[in-house]
């Protein structure tokens, strides 16, 4: 790497062509300019600065990976010269995996996700959505029946620390006191921040321990939701359920949304690998992996929404209708993007 | 050693695989050995701690002691902004140092890129973000969960410590049992760990002042050796250490039946070497090969 600083910008002609007494070598000392110069584009292109490339060079890159991919074959065949030979098998693979390495840039890829992406990827496993779905909706009615029949289950669910004075029997001015704002915005930002990198990892754990069949991602699951039941529980024994739903409403339908995309993609993996259909096992996972990852890097920028939503509006908006009409037309625009968003024509396949 | 060499020798490494480009020309490529990359593993989480060390010692000489904006509970604008930065350094190193060296050019983190590894698409193709991104999310169960699990003495709580042990193990341990040492991020994402060494390219061997004259060999004595002798040959004179100039071309005279004056060592294999590959690469255009001595 450090030779390359002080490394001459002209590729200097080989010595006298003729004075090799080799055939092979001949062969090689008349082609090794070319080599010089693909090897120079190469290695721009691998340091990231493909602007270091003349015009000249970039226009002729085909035709000297060509050049250089077919003295390989003949030197194969007619040269021994075994570190000619070790030199451009490596030189071909290099350029080999930057000619055909990705051809999108960051931003390319992030406008085709934007724009269609991420919501074809989100509707191709609807199924699995579907079926994160149900299983939320069973975890948080069986959290809510568990604790209503004995409230030792609500302990027994939430860690102490989380609870915070939200326990069974609680006198509902402290449960009023917990849904209302804090105030000022100080510290709300270092609050949506934390909040965003809790969340996210709880999504990338759902989505990556669904590798084992998808069941520990149900698991996972079906205990958040529990959880959130037994909470639901607590607040409407105190009469405060439509509260409670407001206050979680503002950030819940994008961070449960989000969760539930984890979940179903995670799922998407274990469900494929269970079951793969007629293709061999590890290219359909690829594919379903390649699908859920698409579905993953969109759950992180719900959790970052989510996160702002949760540190910023809920504890800045007080009154139950406004919560809702937020949490609402949150819920209505992901629908919507997700349901409504074609990707448009590719051009080339 | 080189898959090529292997290859050509016909005594394929256990890590060798080819690689068809759409040229049709047959690649060859090297598996990356499963040691290799849990050292380039090793490397990327000392950058990684190193990284938030020198994060943390840079916010301290910045004069913002954060365990006093922690208890005084009262944290001005700045102290909030640099809060957050930190949780957002942590989380990224956590998540973002993978994805974002893997998604550029060279495709391999710094770790990698120090021990000759990159990250290639399985079937050939072009590596896209999305494998990137699925091979790296499930890195989390892989690598950091079992990490923090040691780290946080997670043994100590019984039988689901246990159960969470074994069920860990299989991720650390899943690529030991799969030929191409896959792990299950690789499974998930369709990808693969390959070698991508770069190689110099070095002085062509026949520049050397013709010889043909003071030497001359004939077919008998040049058919005694094949291809391999004659790379061995090319790796002593390329590495020109002159005890073994001395012990290998005492080798070749006792073999050919030559005697050879002191101090005429390296002139004499640099003829030899001349004439024996100009010997087997006319085979060679005539469709004869000699592997080594004993075809």
Not at chain 1, 91 to 112: E, M, T
Not at chain 2, 57 to 66: A, R
Request: contains cysteine; charged residues 20%; aromatic residues 10%.
């Amino acid at each position: 790497m450090a030779l390359s600083l002080f490394r001459k910008n002209e590729i200097e002609p080989p010595a006298d062509i003729e004075a090799a007494s080799l055939r092979s070598d001949k062969f090689r000392l008349e082609r090794e300019v070319d080599w010089q110069r693909l090897d120079q584009i190469v290695t721009a292109l691998e340091k990231g600065r493909p602007k270091r490339i003349s015009d000249d060079d970039l226009l002729n890159l085909p035709v000297l990976y060509r050049k250089t991919a077919s003295s390989l074959a003949v030197a194969r065949e007619t040269s021994l010269d075994a570190s000619t030979l070790d030199y451009l098998e490596a030189l071909v693979r290099r350029a080999w995996f930057q000619i055909y390495g990705p051809r999108v840039g960051f931003f390319g890829w992030l406008k085709r996700f934007f724009l269609g992406g991420w919501s074809g990827a989100i509707r191709a496993i609807w199924l699995d959505i579907c079926i994160a779905f149900a299983v939320m909706v069973a975890g948080t009615i069986v959290g809510w029946l568990l604790v209503a029949r004995d409230q030792e289950w609500f302990y027994a669910l939430v860690p102490g620390g989380m609870a915070g004075g939200r326990v069974p029997g609680a006198p509902r001015e402290v449960l009023e006191e917990t849904l209302g704002h804090q105030g000022g915005a100080d510290g709300l930002g270092v609050f949506a921040a934390s909040l965003f990198s809790n969340n996210t990892g709880v999504a990338i754990m759902a989505f990556a321990l669904g590798f084992a069949f998808g069941i520990p991602t149900l698991l996972l699951l079906v205990y958040n939701m529990a959880l959130l039941g037994a909470m639901l529980w607590v607040f409407d024994d105190a009469g405060l359920g439509t509260e409670f739903a407001a206050w979680l409403s503002v950030h819940g339908t994008t961070e449960l949304g989000a969760i539930m995309l984890a979940g179903a993609a995670g799922m998407h993996v274990g469900r494929t690998m269970a079951f793969p259909g007629d293709r061999s096992i590890l290219s359909a996972m690829q594919s379903a992996g390649v699908r859920a990852a698409q579905v993953m890097a969109g759950c992180t920028i719900m959790l970052i929404v989510a996160g702002l939503l949760e540190g910023y509006a809920r504890q800045l908006v007080d009154g139950t209708g406004a919560r809702f009409a937020i949490g609402g037309t949150m819920l209505v625009l992901w629908t919507l993007y997700f349901l409504a968003v074609r990707s448009p024509k590719e051009r080339e396949a | 050693m080189s898959a090529a060499m292997n290859f050509m020798r016909g005594e394929p490494d256990k890590r060798d695989r080819m690689l068809v480009t759409p040229e049709g020309l047959a690649l060859p490529l090297t598996v990356g050995s499963r040691g290799a990359r849990a050292g380039a593993l090793m490397l990327d989480i000392i950058f990684i701690v190193l990284g938030i060390i020198v994060f943390f010692i840079v916010m301290g000489l910045l004069g913002f002691s954060l365990i006093d904006v922690g208890e005084s509970g009262g944290a001005g604008p700045i102290a909030e902004f640099l809060i957050i930065l930190v949780i957002l350094f942590l989380f990224l190193a956590r998540y973002g140092y993978f994805l974002w060296f893997e998604l550029g050019p060279r495709g391999a983190t710094p770790g990698k890129r120090l021990l000759g590894l990159r990250v290639a698409a399985r079937d050939g193709g072009q590596l896209t973000a999305e494998m990137v991104i699925a091979r790296n999310l499930v890195r989390d169960v892989e690598v950091f969960l079992p990490l923090f699990f040691l780290l946080g003495g997670g043994e100590d709580q019984g039988v689901a410590g246990l159960a969470a042990f074994i069920w860990l193990a299989i991720f650390v341990l899943f690529p030991f049992f799969n030929k191409d040492a896959l792990r299950a991020g690789d499974v998930v994402a369709g990808t693969w760990v390959v070698e991508a060494k770069a190689a110099k390219l070095k002085e062509a061997m026949s520049l050397a002042p013709d010889r043909s004259r003071d030497y001359q060999f004939g077919e008998a004595e040049l058919s005694v050796y094949g291809e391999h002798e004659l790379q061995v040959l090319e790796t002593v004179l390329r590495q020109d250490q002159p005890e073994a100039l001395r012990d290998v071309a005492e080798a070749i005279t006792g073999k050919i039946g030559w005697r050879l004056g002191q101090g005429d060592e390296r002139e004499f294999l640099e003829a030899f070497y001349a004439a024996l590959r100009a010997h087997l690469e006319s085979g060679m255009r005539f469709g004869k090969r000699k592997r080594d001595k004993f075809s």
